[in-house]
């Protein structure tokens, strides 16, 4: 297990994951805390990351789910109950971390099922030494279908030739002029997005000081915060599909991939 990169200088840079988590979920609440087979929620996203990264810290609002990473001998940070994002919840967990780290990564606390791979990948984008903030996509599929590409729960993103996201949307990215939308998966490569993030620790910085941009509100997606002030978004590329959780029927989904 390595929780650094080489860069082309020759420094090494270090990586702490960080996972935010609270308990007042709107359309969830206290998804943290439910047992999927036989763990919590939280637990089963803090093992699956800490096979990838030795530093792992939960950053939280509140004491059940500070008492239960505890109780598994997970590291755990209190954490303000103001956070609009979970990005704003890492930065102030950032603060408070007993070492510094070159690179956060942010795990969202409701995906128990994210892979290792998934992970190094992100690390990866910052061979580049260029790369501010990381992220991932996955190829939307013929599989797939138009019930993925035009659904507005997953944001697509598209790309320019050095792998950086150009736009993010809840649009299905380009619009293929020309031909009919059941043939769009069939005449170009549509990106969806997958919601993990890693960034350098001074940029954390910057990008959690940025007021709500015009395209943030417009599309309700903050990384356009971070792209339309200038920041740029190096993308890596997985073939695994994500298992988020934010309704119970997610959950009854969740745990059937356990059997």
């Known amino acids: 297990m390595k929780a650094q990169n080489q860069q082309e200088s020759g420094s090494v840079l270090t990586f702490a994951a960080i996972i935010p988590a609270r308990y007042a979920s709107t359309r969830f609440a206290g998804k943290p805390l439910v047992n999927i087979g036989g763990k919590t929620m939280i637990q089963r996203v803090y093992e699956q990351v800490s096979k990838a ?23 755990v940070i209190m954490t303000s109950d103001q956070h609009r994002s979970g990005t704003d919840r890492c930065f102030e967990a950032l603060t408070k971390l007993p070492e510094k780290f070159d690179v956060v990564v942010n ?32 190829i939307i599929t013929e ?26 949307s809840r649009s299905p990215i380009p619009y293929y002029r020309g031909s009919e939308q059941t043939e769009w998966l069939s005449q170009h490569v549509y990106y969806k997005h997958i919601g993990i993030y890693a960034y350098r620790s001074e940029v954390l910085s910057q990008i959690t ?8 509100i417009a599309e309700s997606l903050e990384q356009l915060r ?17 298992v988020g959780i934010d309704t119970p029927e997610d959950l009854e989904k969740a ?3 356990l059997l």
């Open 107 to 138: 795990v969202q606390g409701d995906e128990p099922f994210i892979q290792p791979e998934q992970i190094e990948e992100l690390k990866k984008c910052f061979d580049d030494e260029k790369t501010e903030i990381a992220t991932l996509v996955k």
């Open 209 to 216: 000081a940025l007021p709500q941009s015009k395209l943030e």
């Open 255 to 257: 745990k059937a991939l």
């Open 226 to 242: 971070w792209l339309e002030n200038g920041f740029r978004i190096k993308v890596g590329f997985t073939t695994v599909e994500t």
């Open 143 to 168: 599989k797939d279908g138009e019930i993925v590409l035009f659904n507005p729960n997953v944001p697509k993103v598209v790309i320019d030739n050095q792998n950086n996201a150009l736009y993010f």
């Open 53 to 75: 990264l030795k530093d792992v810290y939960v950053a939280t609002d509140d004491q059940r789910i500070y008492d239960e990473v505890v109780s598994f001998g997970g590291k």
